[in-house]
């Protein structure tokens, strides 16, 4: 990490950007100290530019600023201090604002006149959102833990499944989080209540919102850049972490846009930029993206554009746990990708009586149902990779081996590197029109250990897509492709791979309604894998050590806890997952501002009962100075019965000790092909 001395840059606290239509959007400024003109860096995101990410803002965008950047960091309509509300994510409006945004960012006399985007997850979003859209100053776009395909790909479903701990849980922090207050120290004491209370009455229950779109329509395919490719005409670089809910995208944007104009980087973290990654190592991310905007946004020859397509960290085996601090392994470079023929190979490994092997199996077909709480070894859909007691990633398989159906192979003879996404052809059946399949492949050691490699969700109605499911035809096989999430992962000689079929894979997919048996048939499935095969001629890959700038001065009050618990009521015979995610509090030393955060999540499902499941989320945010106490406090919760899922929903909004707003929401949403 770079000293202080080292970084010279000044900052502007909020500078407004007017908009046509009369709003301001509010942004935080970092510009280089020696006052010339130089190329935007422009990150645009909700969560709060003075007391949401403003530790995280001085660290990168002062560290861009100190080399020759001039940096926003912009917060969307609705969110800090900028005028308007959240409507929900990635809307129209949104994007017209940031388009608006660029232009007259790219107009004040310290800007030379060109921009790029840098962000993580939303930020990553918007800046592929905003490159569709084609702004001509908008040359280049860093994108990290974001998606092309907001159905497929994103936070609320996957395979068709609802992603429970994200739809619950993000929608559940997201709904308050769009009604939070203005400071009356940038907006004025006049007009901070009435922002705020025009906020709370405005704000979406957003689980509920999403569950109106259980497939794959209009909604969801606004903002999805997949839908046109050719509409981004800017570089780009893709980033993110096998760890990381979003892997895929990186291999899509890569294999969709023009070779000479997108490159892609991935690692082992979880949902976190690359120069704090977790799992390590960490890398010299910001000297990357220097090279990448000096590139492109000034023209110039930093070796940016002659990168490989595709740099990719082959993580060596590590016994399961629920944290890894670091994952060993190597980083492997491919110029072209999809690379030279012969660089990666597919090896198929066909399904017999319970084995994995490499010709074609036999055996009669094979019947499973698993206890619903087969998943909960599993990792969450989005792991953070935080904290040593966070639990976020997978833990020994064998518990939800045991659940499963499995087929396991001869111990190998050499070892092997997975590259890519495998593929997995099932021929199938059900015994109820609405069933859903999770996908596993793990790594089990000669001591039995059972890890997790990869994994997969399908609803079954999804099986030929998600714009018009269709339900199962109880008793009729039928041929199913699944695509397993990417990674790259070293198994080594002796350990066998396992594949594990089940019903269930709680809490990660809200199950179906009823309970379904599913029959597979061996002898016509197969399992394809993508293994590097010839290293040989392949680049090198080297990065610096990680840097960034320091971040603004702290005081803690309270420090942060983490708790993770998982209860068996056996009299009831309930099974919760309990999570408390406590920020702490603490004050932001050079705005006298104090900040407390605490997050509670519980997921609960009954042993035989699909419909006993349940989520709820609360969650407390507060704000104090002599002259300004707001506090915030939300629970939602999220069941379903046979027919249709319910969202209740309270908020309740403090100035001080006096109550000044309050809602109340319950709404049930028709189940669609769920």
Not at 65 to 83: E, H, P
Not at 207 to 228: I, N
Not at 616 to 627: G, H, K, V, Y
Request: hydrophobic letters at 40%; a negative charge; proline letters at 8%.
């Amino acid at each position: 990490m770079a000293a202080a001395d080292d970084l010279p840059y000044t900052t502007v606290e909020t500078c407004w950007v007017p908009l046509r239509d009369g709003r301001r959007l509010a942004a935080r400024l970092f510009l280089p100290a020696d006052g010339r003109p130089a190329p935007l860096i422009l990150e645009y995101i909700p969560y709060r530019r003075r007391d949401g990410t403003r530790l995280r803002d001085d660290e990168m965008h002062g560290w861009f600023a100190a080399n020759g950047f001039a940096c926003a960091r912009l917060d969307i309509a609705g969110s800090g201090d900028s005028d308007g509300l959240i409507e929900d994510e990635y809307v129209r409006r949104e994007q017209d604002d940031v388009l608006e945004a660029i232009e007259y960012l790219c107009t004040r006399p310290w800007c030379s006149g060109t921009a790029g985007m840098i962000g993580i997850s939303w930020g990553g979003f918007s800046g592929l959102q905003a490159a569709a859209r084609g702004p001509s100053r908008l040359k280049a776009v860093i994108t990290a833990c974001s998606t092309d395909d907001r159905f497929a790909c994103d936070a609320h479903y996957s395979g068709g499944c609802v992603i429970a701990d994200n739809v619950a849980g993000w929608g559940g922090v997201f709904f308050p989080y769009a009604a939070l207050p203005p400071d009356p120290q940038v907006v004025g004491a006049d007009r901070w209540r009435k922002m705020w209370l025009d906020r709370i009455e405005a704000v979406e229950v957003y689980p509920a919102k999403w569950l109106r779109h259980q497939r794959k329509d209009a909604y969801w395919k606004h903002g999805s850049v997949s839908e046109d490719w050719s509409r981004i005409g800017c570089a780009v670089m893709a980033v993110g972490g096998w760890l990381d809910g979003y892997t895929q995208t990186i291999f899509r944007l890569v294999e969709n846009l023009p070779a000479g104009r997108v490159w892609g980087l991935c690692g082992p973290w979880g949902h976190q930029w690359p120069q704090q990654g977790v799992p390590g190592p960490a890398i010299g991310f910001l000297q990357e993206c220097k090279r990448f905007f000096d590139r492109w946004l000034r023209d110039g020859e930093s070796g940016a554009g002659h990168d490989p397509a595709m740099r990719l960290f082959i993580m060596d085996p590590a016994p399961p746990a629920p944290f890894h601090a670091e994952r060993p392994g190597r980083w492997v470079a491919f110029p072209d990708w999809p690379p030279a023929p012969g660089v990666i190979t597919t090896r198929r490994l066909h399904l017999g009586p319970q084995v994995l092997a490499g010709a074609p199996g036999q055996g009669a077909p094979l019947s499973f149902a698993s206890p619903l709480t087969t998943g909960i070894a599993g990792q969450e859909w989005c792991p953070y990779g935080i904290g040593t007691v966070a639990a976020e990633s997978a833990l020994d398989q064998r518990g939800d081996d045991a659940g499963s159906l499995c087929f396991d192979s001869a111990p190998l003879e050499a070892d092997i590197d997975i590259l890519g996404e495998g593929m997995l052809t099932l021929r199938l059946a059900s015994d109820r029109p609405q069933a859903q399949v999770a996908v596993r492949l793990n790594a089990v050691a000669p001591d039995g250990t059972s890890a997790l490699v990869t994994f997969a969700l399908l609803n079954l109605s999804h099986r030929d897509g998600s714009e018009a499911p269709a339900p199962m035809h109880p008793g009729r096989f039928e041929d199913i492709t699944i695509r397993l999430k990417p990674v790259g992962q070293k198994v080594p000689a002796g350990h066998r791979l396992r594949l594990a079929l089940s019903t269930s894979y709680w809490p990660m997919a809200w199950p179906v309604a009823e309970a379904a048996t599913l029959t597979v048939d061996p002898a016509a499935s197969h399992l394809d894998l993508p293994l590097l095969a010839d290293e040989a001629g392949l680049p090198g890959v080297a990065f610096a050590a990680p840097e960034s700038a320091p971040a603004g001065p702290t005081t803690e009050i309270r420090p942060a806890r983490i708790e993770r618990r998982l209860v068996h009521d056996l009299p009831a015979q309930v099974t919760r997952l309990e999570v408390v995610q406590d920020a702490g509090s603490w004050t932001f030393d050079d705005i006298a501002t104090g900040c407390t955060s605490t997050l509670a999540k519980e997921f609960a499902i009954g042993w035989d009962d699909p419909l006993s499941c349940r989520a709820t989320i609360t969650f407390t945010e507060a704000r104090s100075r002599p002259d300004w106490n707001p506090r915030l406090e939300t629970e939602v919760t999220t069941s379903a019965d046979a027919t249709a899922f319910r969202v209740t929903a309270r908020l309740r909004a403090w100035d001080g000790d006096e109550l000044i707003a309050e809602r109340d929401h319950d709404e049930t949403i028709p189940r669609d092909c769920m």
